[in-house]
Nanobody
Framework: QVQLVESGGGLVQAGGSLRLSCAAS????????MGWFRQAPGKEREFVATITWSAGNTYYTNSVKGRFTISRDNAKNTLYLHMNSLKPEDTAVYYC?????????????????WGQGTQVTVSS
């Protein structure tokens, strides 16, 4: 089992920045990759970014490239999402997720463990 706890969400004006954190505990040695997903009201949960835990390879959805940066601190078992130039369309509940099997990092069904989510609201 892997437990994930997100923090860092909040209300920010368009153009502002936020940093999300996700603290992992439990069987973290089994983690292949960790990612961020988001879900806006009435929409499906969508992929935002992921990072492979050992090599640090990163992948982003097109809409956040150049604005968001995913990173991790292996010693602290913590995942981060640095979000800059935020837009109202970034408003959503953001979830971190852990993948212990490898595979398609863009597919939410590939992830085994999820955090409870943190709300990000961007006002115009």
């Amino acid at each position: 089992q892997v437990q994930l706890v997100e923090s860092g969400g909040g209300l920010v004006q368009a153009g502002g920045s936020l940093r999300l954190s996700c603290a992992a505990s439990g069987r973290t040695f089994s983690t292949r990759a960790m990612g961020w997903f988001r879900q806006a009201p009435g929409k499906e949960r969508e992929f935002v970014a992921t990072i492979t835990w050992s090599a640090g390879n990163t992948y982003y959805t097109n809409s956040v490239k150049g604005r968001f940066t995913i990173s991790r601190d292996n010693a602290k078992n913590t995942l981060y999402l640095h979000m800059n130039s935020l837009k109202p369309e970034d408003t959503a509940v953001y979830y971190c997720a852990a993948d212990t099997r490898g595979g398609n990092y863009y597919n939410k069904n590939n992830y085994d463990y999820w955090g409870q989510g943190t709300q990000v609201t961007v006002s115009s």
